[in-house]
């Protein structure tokens, strides 16, 4: 079983629509959650972490976190074709802070049509 | 957020060759770590590198094959030594302030060896 599972996509939806991307992980002592964007051919850029059960708001982009049930999502409003994108899953699971390496998924790729 | 400035941007090294990458930070981090995103591809960490002390190799990497070094808390090299093609790839340097943080890359180094 993977660590972190992503649907690789494509995840297509209209303009104006809401995209819904998912992530699961394994380590149930995983601490901190992120979402970055990868446009092709350059490097990931985070656009939402979060910490805590619940929902985490970011403009158009919401974050939700559900510990119990292992999965993070980021749920992206008003999606415009510049969202089109891979976006990447990345959590931490070290414990004692001592490491904060992440671990990504494979990535989901939106594509946003006109 | 973090500033990071990785050089070269791309190379076209021959097998059997060293290329040393270079990362600078903006500000002083505490966690500054090495990735490698093969074509189509998530991100694989390599190692984290560790102020005044050997890097920390995941598995799958060793020091001899990716010497790294981290002189002080703003700058970080890895070296990609005796390269075959199936090197080639996208090396990504990360960094962040703090544990289980957010973390930042800079803009890649695209390695292609021939």
């Known amino acids: 079983q993977k660590e972190v599972e992503q649907n690789s996509g494509p995840l297509s939806v209209p303009e104006g629509a809401i995209a819904s991307l998912n992530c699961t992980y394994s380590?149930?002592?995983?601490?901190?959650f992120f979402w970055y964007r990868q446009y092709s051919g350059k490097s990931p850029e985070l656009i939402m972490s979060i910490y805590s059960n619940g929902d985490k708001e970011d403009g158009r982009f919401t974050a939700q976190l559900n510990k119990a049930s292992q999965y993070v999502s980021l749920l992206i409003r008003d999606s415009q074709p510049s969202d089109s994108a891979t976006y990447l899953c990345a959590v931490t699971h070290e414990k004692t802070g001592t490491a904060s390496k992440l671990t990504f998924g494979t990535g989901t790729r939106l594509q946003v049509t006109l | 957020s973090a500033v990071i400035s990785q050089k070269p941007s791309r190379d076209i090294c021959q097998r059997g060759t060293s290329l040393t990458i270079q990362c600078q930070v903006d500000?002083?981090?505490?966690?500054m770590f090495w990735y490698r995103q093969q074509p189509g591809q998530s991100l694989t960490l390599i190692a984290t590198a560790n102020q005044g002390s050997e890097a920390t190799y995941e598995s799958g990497f060793v020091i001899d094959k990716f010497p790294i070094s981290r002189p002080n808390l703003t700058f970080s090299t890895l070296t990609v030594s005796n390269m075959s093609p199936e090197d080639s790839s996208i090396y990504l340097c990360?960094?962040?302030?703090?544990?289980?943080?957010?973390?930042?890359f800079g803009q890649g180094t695209r390695l292609t060896v021939v």
């Open positions: 990360s960094a962040a302030h703090k544990a289980n943080t957010e973390a930042f």
């Open positions: 380590d149930r002592g995983s601490q901190s």
């Open positions: 500000s002083q981090v505490t966690m």
